[in-house]
């Protein structure tokens, strides 16, 4: 007499496979077809503000930003890939609202928006096809690519008139401190023999940009815990305006003594002489908030 199994091999029963798997694995050439429309719509905007990158020596700081978000996501990539690829149609709401703000943009000819809207297309992107677990482990690349966008210019222009007057009223109580005769006409500092300008690049506002992005980076690489990132992010605000008041203090001091000095060399090397000194106490700050805060939760 035949026995007849009823069991079947494992091997041959197929696995079913879910609305949601099918959904997480777009096919290539729906990726294809986005990666075209995003090089149509936003080819003419990046290469804009790489110009501006390029160009503007306030804003060369930005050419750097790119390189490293890409190098943070490299070195968080385990931590990206252990999460499951689940698509997730919310990111579609994401992917609207980068639309809105390019379209917005465009017909308003702000500059501000069609480049922030390229971040969040990003940032939707990889909730739409990778899902939100995907997206959180890259919320700190997607945050720092955002620094590489300057500031509106309505923003930039209703702060750097108040800085300006800052800078230069500090500076002239400084240098009147050191022994160096001078007075201030708003921002104009009056020598003996020479009138020096505080424009917008002493203001502390052009550095200010440059010093927020360090201190984004160094809270990502110096520090664990929200509370003193945060912190290191808000003391590159003052400190910004502080290095810059003691370059316009020194190119005033100088300037009494040596006014070709002042008005050649010293003026565009202090400048880097401020960023480095600004980073180099955000460096400081950053190694102390770790070693009083972070370390002594840990003991």
Same mark, same amino acid.
């Given at each position: ?41 936003? =080819?003419?905007? /990046?290469?804009?503000? +790489?110009? #501006?990158?390029? !160009? ?5 700081? $930005?050419?750097? @930003? ?93 702060? =750097?008139?108040? /800085?300006?007057?800052? +800078?230069? #009223?500090?500076? !002239? ?5 050191? $022994?160096?005769? @001078? ?117």
């Amino acid at each position: 007499m035949l026995h007849v199994s009823s069991q079947m091999p494992t091997s041959v029963i197929p696995e079913p496979v879910t609305q949601k798997n099918a959904a997480s694995r777009p096919q290539l050439w729906q990726l294809g077809l986005v990666a075209v429309l995003i090089i149509l719509l936003y =080819a003419p905007v /990046l290469a804009d503000l +790489a110009n #501006d990158w390029w !160009t503007e020596e306030s804003l060369s700081y $930005g050419l750097l @930003v790119p390189p490293m978000a890409l190098y943070v996501a490299w070195l968080r990539r385990s931590i990206t890939l252990r999460e499951p690829v689940i698509g997730d149609n919310r990111g579609l709401w994401l992917i609207g609202l980068a639309c809105g703000a390019y379209l917005v943009g465009k017909f308003g000819a702000e500059f501000f928006l069609p480049r922030v809207s390229f971040v969040i297309l990003v940032a939707g992107l990889v909730w739409t096809y990778w899902g939100v677990a995907r997206l959180k482990t890259l919320s700190f690349p997607i945050i720092l690519l955002a620094t590489m966008v300057p500031l509106p210019v309505i923003v930039y222009n209703a702060a =750097a008139a108040p /800085l300006q007057l800052f +800078a230069s #009223d500090v500076a !002239t109580q400084m240098a009147q401190f050191l $022994g160096v005769s @001078v007075y201030r006409d708003g921002n104009i500092i009056q020598l003996a023999n020479l009138s020096l300008g505080v424009e917008e690049a002493c203001s502390g506002l052009n550095s200010l940009s440059a010093l927020m992005v360090g201190s984004i980076l160094l809270g990502f690489l110096k520090l664990s815990r929200p509370s003193t990132r945060l912190a290191l992010f808000a003391f590159s605000i003052p400190l910004a305006i502080g290095v810059n008041v003691v370059r316009v203090t020194g190119t005033a001091v100088v300037a009494d003594y040596h006014r070709e000095i002042a008005q050649g060399f010293f003026h565009a090397f202090s400048g880097w002489i401020v960023f480095v000194l600004g980073f180099g106490a955000q460096y400081v700050t950053a190694v102390g908030l770790a070693r009083c805060f972070e370390h002594r939760r840990t003991a």
